[in-house]
Each structure stands twice: as C-alpha cells, then as structure tokens.
C-alpha cells in the first residue's frame, strides 16, 4: 500500500510538471518529501525501499529514535518548527532545515554547526498568509533573515519554504503558491553571493499538485503515502 502510494504521488507530480510545462512555467525536477511524522520505522522502510530517498520530520525528538533504527541510507529534512533548545540536535542529524524563521534561530543553527565543523543547508520559512498560528517570518521581515544566513560562516541557504492554510477549497491555495513563487524569484534575484537559491518547499498531502502546478520543486506529503498518522 505504501508503496503504491508513493508510486501515484510522484504520478500525480509528474501531471502537475507536464501541465505548468503547458503553462510556460519552469519545470525543473521536483523532489518528493516522503514526510514520516508519526509512522514507524518499518513503514519509513517500505517507502524507502519503493524508492524515497527524502524523507521529513517535524520533531527532533521523534527523528532521533528513527535516525539511530532506520538502518537505511535517506536524506533526512526537518519541516517541523524548531525550537532553540533543540538545534544542536537538529544540526547533528539533518541535511537540510526547511523552517528556520528568525535571525536568532539562524543564529543558534549556525553556531551548532560551527562547534561540528559543518555547513547546515536551511530555508527561510515565510509565512505570506499572515496566519498568527503558524511560524515563519512576516513577508517585510525575510529580506533581513535572507541577508542574515548569507553572512554566516556555517549556514548554506537554499531557498525559502512555505505551509498554506488549511482552505476548505484547496483552490484557494493557487493565488498563495503563484505569490509565493513571485517572491521565490525575486530572491533569486537579491544579492545574496554566498547562497544558492535553488529550492521552493510548498505544498502538502492535500494541495502539492496545486503547488507543483505554480512552481514548487520541493513537496511535503506525508498522509498521501502513509495514511492517517498513527498516534
């Protein structure tokens, strides 16, 4: 079952790709990431023998049992919020941190990775939609967080993520991902020498086709491949 699933999500990726290819939209290769939280060890196994090779947290302390047990060779992203007191945990087992959203959590990150001797890949997450629930930094507020992890010696900055409101219509989404992707070009285009803005991480179970559809190339799906979480 996971395994199909997974096979249908990278389908329905592959229509979303064809279909903004139609558009005249960029259609460089999007990576799937098969998004674990509250699934076992075993069920992350079977993805990843289905052929993930990315698979995404939101918790530190969850990812850390999984990271020591999985016995497999994955890239591991955090998409979850990171708190502070956690990022030296975080900076130990992660490829790349989606949701750094401030200056001072990009300042600990940095920090962790320098006491290592690495070099942590982040996003900037942005929260467009100005929800007060969720993190990210305010639309007038990335700019100098963007600045920020360029200047530091031990934080690679990669792009920016974003997670949409959770709309009745999925629909609603589209105006979002299209603002989204206007801003994601627009840093591509900032001076920012150190860092390589390669990636937009937008989209879940529910809206990635959407969000592949309006230029995402990296996509959050969890119970799109594992089902309802396991609590």
């Known amino acids: 079952m996971i395994g199909e699933n997974y096979r249908r999500v990278l389908a329905n990726i592959a229509g979303a790709v064809e279909r903004r290819k139609n558009r005249g939209i960029e259609t460089g290769p999007v990576t799937l990431v098969a998004v674990t939280k509250n699934h076992d060890v075993e069920a992350m196994r079977q993805c990843i023998d289905t052929g993930a090779s990315v698979v995404g947290e939101n918790r530190v302390q969850e990812a850390k049992g999984k990271f020591e047990a999985l016995d497999r060779s994955v890239i591991w992203h955090l998409i979850g919020h990171l708190q502070t007191n956690k ?90 991902f299209r603002k989204m992707k206007e801003l994601y070009q627009k840093v591509q285009d900032m001076d920012l020498p150190a860092s390589d803005i390669e990636y937009l991480s937008m989209g879940m179970t529910n809206d990635y086709v959407i969000a592949v559809e309006e230029g995402a190339n990296l996509v959050r799906v969890g119970t799109g491949i594992f089902g309802p979480r396991q609590y």
Not at 125 to 137: M, S, T
Not at 147 to 160: E, M, Q, R, S
């Open 87 to 176: 990022v030296n945990q975080a900076v130990a087992m992660f490829d790349l941190i989606h949701s750094v959203d401030s200056e001072r959590l990009l300042l600990a990150i940095d920090n962790a990775a320098g006491k290592i001797g690495k070099v942590q890949d982040v996003l900037i997450q942005v929260n467009l939609a100005r929800e007060p629930q969720k993190y990210g930094a305010a639309e007038e507020e990335q700019t100098d967080v963007l600045k920020k992890a360029d200047h530091l010696p031990n934080v690679h900055l990669h792009g920016l993520m974003l997670i949409a409101p959770n709309y009745e219509n999925v629909e609603e989404t589209r105006p979002l």
